[in-house]
């Protein structure tokens, strides 16, 4: 079909540009578009946070464990970095432990 329109002399080219054309906005916009409300956008609590935090930190700890059992961190270094997970992660559940007992009292919790 393609060689017949071609042997009368008609050219698809504006056609095919049209459609390329038609193409690339309806892409661009669908690929920009800024939606009004995000789909993922829920307002996590600060206990909810810190949860996911505590999480964090524990597999830290076990990926810098299992590094350093492989021999990828000195012994000076791991030291070091797994205080300040240890210490992290104690700061957290104490923040966690206050916010329970708080919730459990019937206290207002800020934040």
């Known amino acids: 079909m393609m060689l017949l329109a071609l042997a009368a002399g008609v050219s698809d080219t504006p056609g095919i540009v049209m459609l390329c054309a038609a193409l690339t906005v309806g892409l661009l916009g ?3 578009y800024i939606r ?3 789909a993922e956008a829920q307002e ?3 206990l ?6 505590k999480e964090t930190v524990y597999e830290n700890l076990r990926d810098l464990n299992f590094e350093y ?7 000076n270094d791991y030291q070091q970095m797994r205080a300040a997970l240890e210490e992290e992660a104690a700061s957290v559940l104490a923040e966690i432990d206050a916010l329970e007992a708080a919730k459990a009292s019937g206290d207002p919790v800020i934040g």
């Open 44 to 46: 996590k609590s600060r």
């Open 36 to 38: 009004s409300t995000p």
């Open 69 to 75: 059992r492989t021999g990828k961190f000195p012994e």
């Open 48 to 53: 909810a946070f810190l949860r996911e935090r």
């Open 30 to 32: 669908y690929t920009f």
